[in-house]
């Protein structure tokens, strides 16, 4: 049913749950994975500002933004290895989440979009904010785990 599935992962609890459903997918379809990593354009927050006008941190944000990305896919993409699986692909791109989200599985012609019910950040039990504008956007199946 599946053959390739797109798995947004931001390293919020809800996007390694997201991860944790896609390797059992995977495992049923035997379906090829991409995990994507969407950066927010959006300034950091306050304390690296402070870190960087202090020297401490000597990166620009881009270079902070991609070592975060790099981390969080790595980290997604040592889970799928544990379970078998090492031709896993992950890539990161910059923009809008959802709209990022949606034209990189349209392009690529993924069957399953898998995220988080919720990002980082963010609490509750109601849908999050970019999983909401994602379901509305796409014509792509998305499975969203709590």
């Known amino acids: 049913m599946f053959k390739k599935i797109l798995v947004a992962v931001d390293g919020s609890r809800h996007s390694k749950r ?13 379906a090829s994975v991409t995990l994507l990593h969407v950066i927010r354009d959006m300034p950091l927050p306050k304390e ?12 620009s944000r881009r270079e902070i933004l991609e ?3 790099e981390i969080i896919l790595g980290g997604a993409q040592k889970k799928f290895q544990e379970a078998g ?12 989440p959802a709209f990022k989200i949606a034209d990189h599985a349209e392009k690529n ?23 909401r504008k994602l379901l509305n956007m ?9």
């Open 109 to 131: 012609g993924v069957d399953l979009i898998v995220i988080g019910h919720r990002g980082l950040g963010t609490h509750g039990e109601m849908l999050g904010s970019m999983a």
């Open 48 to 59: 690296i500002l402070e870190m960087i006008a202090a020297g401490e941190v000597t990166e």
């Open 67 to 69: 070592n975060s990305a």
């Open 18 to 30: 997201a991860v944790e459903a896609a390797i059992d997918l995977t495992k049923r379809y035997q």
């Open 85 to 96: 699986f090492s031709d896993v692909r992950t890539e990161y791109v910059i923009g809008d």
């Open 138 to 146: 796409t014509g792509i199946s998305c499975l969203v785990i709590r």
